[in-house]
């Protein structure tokens, strides 16, 4: 496409304002994905905008991300009508923002005729703009889990999610899954009848890459030999981080030298569970080999990953799991479980190891593999970076998008209904 004519695209973030400054461990995970994506987006030729509301009249109307990728905060959505949206079908609220939006279309002599949203509190404008006027509307969907159960079986889940995402399966014109469904079938309790495409969620390959592990390590001041075993995520109950003490007890059984990094931020049981583990550390006497790093700021994040000897990523489940892939394309070998989506990022034996969940003995096994045959280990780190960069880089996670819209766009214009792909399903 060229300069002039660009298609514009619209993205909905109302449940957070993605105009701050990105940091995968800070901003919501919809919000970045959306920023990241449209940025990516605005690279291959396309206009996008990414609309939210206005929560102050001090806030600016406009913030550019980019060249072509920008913020448009729209009025007509105060703080408690966004609420209504989490307690009330189909709450009458949407009379103001639609008639911003309706000008801002106006006196930008564009319209839009694809939208995306990826947060239920947007898909529910996704829903009223499907119902009033000719779009095309495109859904990113994760899994709709709370704490570690579906939102079908928890009683902490709000109906209104559950009564939207079912609206949102049905009715959106595709329904995007970062890995096939049926690898996830215990987190999607809503039947389908949509159509169903899988593009998985993307890095920032040139943000996360590779760091000569001797300058990482000096960087961050840990011993230049002593093996590191890297963690990095939430201190939550499905991390699986009981189970990655109970590998470390037994890797130091075996007398391995190794030092455990835990690097994340406390979120919902995190302070309770981050408590938990550090009594464990201390039961299993794992406390002078392991380090709780805390928060690590985003910038720091591809020293600490370059730093490591093998990330592990112990959950009981995992949607997709963005930190394997950010692990890979600095070249780091992964361990982690083969639940959910690690099973389709991670290349058993090729990029890492796949251990069966909440098996301490496994997880140990595969760690100390890797930490045992230095040569084998930076194979795989090589295979790693290569399959970092050729599917998951946003690059690449964009022009599978782009050929979606254009499919949707010319479909839509003859009266048909688009073919779907799939990006994920037969990667080996």
Sequence with gaps: MSKMSRQPIAFFSLAADPAGALDAGKTPPEVYYLRQLGESLAKVGWQVDIFTAQRSPSQETQVQHSEHCRTVRLPGLSAEALASLSTTVNPPIWGEFSAAYQTFQAKAGSNYPVIHTSDWISAQWGLQLKQTSHVQWVHTAYATVVDGVTVAESSHAPQMRQTVEEQVWTTADRIIVTVPPESQTQLWPFPSTAAVEVIPCGTNTQHFHGIPQAKARETLGLPPHQAVVLYVGQFAPHKGLATLAEAAALLQADHVDFRLILAGEEVRQGLQERDRVQQLIRDRHLVARTEFAGYIPHDQLPLYYAAADVCVIPSYYEPFGWVAIEAMACGTP???????????????????????????????????????????????????????????????????????????????????????????????
């Design 334 to 428: 992964v361990v982690a479980s083969r639940v959910g989506g690690l099973a389709l990022t991670i290349a058993h034996e090729d990029t890492g190891l796949l251990v069966p969940p909440q098996d301490a003995e496994a997880l140990a096994k595969g760690i100390q593999r890797v930490l045992a045959d230095p040569t084998w280990a930076a194979s795989l780190g090589q295979s790693s970076t290569d399959r970092a960069e050729q599917l998951f880089s946003w690059g690449c996670v964009a022009a599978q998008f782009s050929d979606l819209y254009r499919r949707l766009l010319a479909q839509s214009l003859m009266g048909q209904e688009a073919t779907t792909t799939s990006s994920l399903s037969s990667v080996p």
